[in-house]
């Protein structure tokens, strides 16, 4: 099972950015694609972005031009730059770590977006 730990996260005013960063355990974090989801009260979790081990990104419509997802395999560490953020990216945000049959989650991150 693959620890992940979250962090970066916050308020910030509509039209700002924030980064956050999720540093995983284990010795598989090269061939697992990570990604970060978020879900607001009353909603399902939903998918924000997904990077590949070889780098390969897939967005959310709503976020695609504003956040950008990157990984670092040397430091197991997935980052996820948010810019232009709106109040209704206001979500807890969740990374998220896949490989073969495992799926594995961190604890979530709060950001807030709001004057």
């Known amino acids: 099972q693959v620890q992940l730990m979250e962090s970066g996260g916050g308020s910030v005013q509509p039209g700002g950015s924030l980064s956050l960063s999720c540093v995983a355990s284990?010795?598989?974090?090269?061939?697992?694609?990570m990604g970060w989801y978020r879900q607001s009260a009353g909603k399902q979790r939903e998918l924000v972005a997904t990077?590949?081990?070889?780098?390969?990104?897939k967005y959310a419509e709503s976020v695609k031009g504003r956040f950008t997802i990157s990984r670092d395999n040397d430091k197991k560490t997935v980052y996820l730059q948010m810019n232009n953020l709106r109040p209704e990216d206001t979500s807890v945000y969740y990374c998220?770590?896949?490989?073969?049959?495992?799926?594995?989650w961190g604890q979530g991150i709060q950001v807030t977006v709001s004057s």
């Open positions: 284990g010795n598989f974090f090269v061939l697992s694609t």
């Open positions: 998220n770590a896949q490989w073969g049959i495992s799926n594995d």
């Open positions: 990077i590949t081990g070889g780098h390969i990104t």
